[in-house]
């Protein structure tokens, strides 16, 4: 909770300076849940596998527009043991990382709530804009907690970096309580410009992959690459053989509800 706290204080900070100028600053938080589709989950999207909560802080240049900047936290994970499907529980792959991400959101409200007295307490909205987040996979072995990234696990020259683009997009619904007060409910997806948040990507590579490469420790990065054969001893990652699935990003998103305040000047939207 601290590092949302100083979130909010620094988005609030942010938009105060717009506060005389601007026509209605909204702030607020939100908290539900985290899910990822990627490599470890291909076809349940709306998977919870962890929490999130947010903050942000927005200006609604008329009934209908709004730009926010929003800061997201959430947790993902997801272990092929425990999958439905046996080719993914003979791979026993697994990963689970903590999401920090900094977005600026375009919204647009179907129907009127801020004009002064309005009619209607109820609208559904839609959002998109750009981000970035920070993403740090890690897994458990033997008993021990590995940076995955550190390890270069298909074999790559060097470590890929762990924060990138991401573009939100989605859909929600406010309602309004009071003059002030307005609760609301959301569902946004995120596309990272990237294939590792699970770490997973490509192929699994050749026995001698990891000579003249940064990885932290080649004997564990080998360990880690290839996990299906810890309970078999059998292990099926033959060098160049798919390790994840063809797809070139991960995904993941953050559904929940939240509670927001707007600062209202005295002066009414114009047109």
């Known amino acids: 909770m601290g590092k949302i706290k100083v979130a909010f204080l620094f988005l609030f900070s942010f938009f105060s300076g717009y506060s005389v100028s601007a026509q209605q600053v909204e702030v607020g938080i939100n908290a539900g849940g985290a899910s990822y589709l990627g490599d470890l989950n291909q076809y349940n999207p709306v998977k919870i596998s962890g929490i999130s909560a947010g903050v942000f802080a927005k200006l609604n240049f008329d009934p209908h527009f709004g730009l926010g900047l929003h800061y997201n936290y959430g947790k993902i994970k997801a272990t092929d043991s425990h999958a439905s499907n046996a080719q993914f529980r003979d791979r026993n792959l697994s990963f689970y990382t903590p999401l920090n991400e900094v977005s600026l959101l375009f919204d647009f409200n179907l129907f009127d709530l801020y004009s002064y007295g309005p009619k209607r307490r109820f609208t559904p909205y839609i959002f998109a804009g750009i981000g970035a987040v920070l993403f740090q996979p890690k897994t458990e072995f033997k008993d021990e907690e590995y940076l995955l990234r550190l390890y270069n696990t298909e074999g790559q020259s ?20 009071k003059n002030n007060w307005t609760i609301f409910s959301q569902i946004g997806y995120r596309s990272p410009l ?17 000579t003249g490469t940064s990885t932290a420790n080649p004997t564990i990065s080998k360990a880690l690459s290839d996990r299906s054969g810890e309970q078999t001893g059998v292990y099926l990652g033959d060098p160049g053989t798919q390790r994840g699935d063809f797809r070139k990003r991960d995904n993941y998103m953050f559904v929940g509800i939240g509670i927001s305040y707007t600062f209202v000047s005295q002066k009414c939207f114009t047109f």
């Open 158 to 177: 060097k470590s890929y970096k762990n924060y990138t683009i991401t573009i939100p997009y989605g859909v929600g619904a406010r309602y309004k309580l």
């Open 194 to 210: 990237t294939d590792y948040i699970d770490d997973v990507s490509g192929v699994y590579p050749k026995a001698n992959a990891w």
